[in-house]
């Protein structure tokens, strides 16, 4: 079976716009999380979060405008990159021949809100006919394929954070099973007041109001997560099928990946991350290489000590002594829903790429977690290969292997 | 329904559907479009359907489901919206 390459990326986030933007900024721990400017966040308990923001009147045609949540026009940009990024040109490639796999937490909650309020301040006549798609999961991926008339096959993951891994896995099946390409990822984020009390109900928001001291993953002072907005889009091909289209470079393949469920919450047995432990080990399976073959990896970083605990046992239970560098960059961007894996996913291709690490910001990790966290500055490091994890509320498990390209 | 709203011509037809669906730079909205398919401009039906919710709350225009999606160009939906309308004293 011929490997599955990435041959483009596209990314969307707060700290960079664009796949140059966000690694450069990345690289030079530049955080893109502040005070929300969305809403008026003062009545709720958290009040950072990682913001896209733009003006998408600029970059997008203007009859797409009045049809699209916020987290869809920033799917758009992040795809329209990608395909440019890839090398593909409209109509090069027979268009059933090419796919679009995105994930979404909530589809076009901004959207859903505002009609919502509409709905109830002014009545039904007054909501948009718009609503019919727009709040829909599988939206982003019916806009891109409208957007560039990809016909192939499609469809959209819900799994949560751990879904854009999961989207990734189910366009690398199609590859493997013949379709010429598949646009996959997502770009997700639902930074509105129906969002922001969809994410605050479960009780894993950072309270705190400066960007330094929220956020810590594998802190001794972790208190939570801040929510962010954007992630990527991947272009996947068969290698073989790449070069013969003369793709001018392959950025790196996926090797592996497995998803797995945790059994139900008890609180008489706390989460030890064995499902996700289990995840990773199918993985490595899948990518048939051994725990001391994975050079880096990509934490899902809660930022709760519960789940940091879990998250920390899992990976030390497989990685044993070794101290394999984990980085966390989503520090920098806040934790984006199904957005974070697919970004990771880029992330650690670059780090692949250039040889460097990038690092966790704000973190000062606690010795008991037993894990080598890249913090501070990027580390250098000829690394082939990484592991990135994924985690989603209520269960949801997701982890992947990236190899260097040839 | 408005008192107060301006006469519904093609100019204002065309506004009023820049307005709801957005207008996209390949369409040119310059001259004579009264007659141009909807299609061509860029617009659907659920564009047609938003443009019919803004003449229902603004002129008290009700636009059955099958005039909404047989309609091809803004004239046959002037026409449409116009034979509801009380005529301007």
């Known amino acids: 079976m011929s490997a599955v390459a990435v041959t483009g990326m596209g990314v969307v986030a707060p700290n960079g716009l664009g796949t140059e933007a966000y690694w450069k900024a990345t690289l030079a721990a530049v955080s893109g999380i502040g005070r929300i400017t969305r809403f008026d966040p003062e009545r709720y308990p958290a009040t950072l979060a990682g913001e896209v923001d733009l003006d998408p009147t600029d970059r997008l045609p203007g009859r797409l405008i009045p049809q699209t949540d916020h987290s869809t026009r920033l799917s758009l940009l992040a795809a329209e990159e990608a395909i440019r990024d890839a090398g593909i040109d409209a109509g090069e490639l027979p268009d059933d021949q090419v796919g679009v796999v995105t994930a979404s937490s909530a589809g076009g909650f901004e959207f859903g809100h505002r009609e919502l309020d509409k709905l109830w301040r002014k009545g039904p006549e007054y909501v948009s006919a718009y609503q019919s798609f727009a709040w829909f999961y599988a939206v982003n991926t019916g806009q891109i394929s409208i957007r560039h008339g990809l016909r192939g096959p499609s469809g959209v993951l819900v799994a949560d954070q751990a879904g854009g891994l999961d989207a990734i896995a189910q366009a690398r099946r199609l590859v493997r099973r013949g379709v010429s390409a598949v646009l996959t990822g997502a770009v997700d984020g639902s930074l509105c007041p129906w969002g922001w009390i969809a994410q605050s109900s479960g009780g894993r928001l950072s309270g705190a109001a400066d960007p330094a001291l929220a956020y810590r993953p594998f802190d001794a002072e972790a208190d939570g997560y801040v929510p962010g907005e954007g992630g990527a889009i991947l272009v996947l091909e068969e290698a073989d099928g790449a070069r013969a289209r003369g793709a001018e470079r392959v950025r790196g393949y996926v090797l592996g990946h497995a998803a797995t469920f945790d059994r139900r919450p008890d609180s008489a047995a706390p989460d030890t991350g064995r499902g996700l432990r289990r995840a990773v080990e199918l993985a490595l399976d899948d990518s048939g290489l051994r725990p001391d073959d994975i050079d880096v990896v990509f934490a899902d970083a809660a930022g709760t000590p519960a789940l940091d605990r879990a998250e920390a046992a899992a990976l030390t239970a497989v990685f044993g002594d070794r101290p394999v560098p984990v980085s966390v960059p989503k520090t920098m961007t806040g934790r984006m829903c199904a957005g974070a894996g697919p970004l990771d996913v880029v992330t650690a291709l670059l780090a692949i790429e250039s040889g460097q690490i990038p690092p966790a910001v704000h973190t000062s990790p606690a010795a008991h977690y037993g894990l080598n966290l890249v913090v501070g500055r990027p580390l250098t490091l000829a690394a082939r290969t990484a592991l990135i994890v994924a985690r989603g509320f209520h269960g949801f498990n997701s982890a992947m292997v990236v190899g260097a390209a040839d | ?89």
Do not use: K, W
């Not at chain 2, 116009?82 to 005529?87: E, F, G, N, T």
């Open chain 2, 1 to 89: 329904m408005s008192e107060h709203m301006p006469e519904l011509t093609i100019d204002r037809l065309a506004r009023v559907m820049r307005e709801c669906a957005g207008e996209d730079e390949a369409a040119a909205f310059d001259g004579d479009i009264a007659h141009v398919p909807l299609a061509e401009l860029g617009y659907d039906s659920l564009a047609v359907m938003e443009t019919a919710v803004r003449l229902q709350n603004e002129y008290g225009v009700h636009l059955t489901d099958d005039e909404i999606f047989g309609v091809e160009s803004l004239a046959e939906l002037l026409a449409l919206a116009r034979r509801q309308i009380p005529a301007a004293s």
